[in-house]
């Protein structure tokens, strides 16, 4: 089983980043998809959520209008466009995957700077 994160970086505030998770070695379809944030010193925090189908989703109240959240079943990714970026956005964002069993990915670094 894998999640492979990736998109992250270095950013402007004000900018865009699109994070993407590639799944491997489970039935995709079958797990409702997460995207988390753990910034230094804090706890990780949800900051949105897909349903199986991709007919749902869910954000944090901070990133509300600003974040979107969608999937492709058929590519087995799922992604994260993230605009109208702002310092304290800043943290390793993580994929999840929740089903029978609960899977997570490596995580990769968004830093949003002048």
């Known amino acids: 089983v894998q999640l492979v994160e990736s998109g992250g970086g270095l950013v402007q505030p004000g900018g865009s980043l699109r994070l993407s998770c590639a799944a491997s070695?489970?039935?995709?379809?079958?797990?409702?998809m997460s995207w988390y944030r753990q910034a230094p010193g804090k706890e990780r925090e949800r900051v949105a959520a897909?349903?199986?189908?991709?007919?749902?989703?869910n954000y944090a109240d901070s990133v509300k209008g600003r974040f979107t959240m969608s999937r492709d079943n058929a590519k087995s990714t799922v992604y994260l466009q993230m605009n109208s970026l702002k310092p304290e956005d800043t943290a390793v964002y993580y994929c999840?995957?929740?089903?029978?069993?609960?899977?997570w990915g490596q995580g990769t670094q968004v830093t949003v700077s002048a």
């Open positions: 897909i349903t199986r189908d991709g007919g749902m989703t």
């Open positions: 999840s995957a929740r089903g029978q069993q609960i899977y």
């Open positions: 070695g489970f039935t995709f379809s079958n797990y409702v």
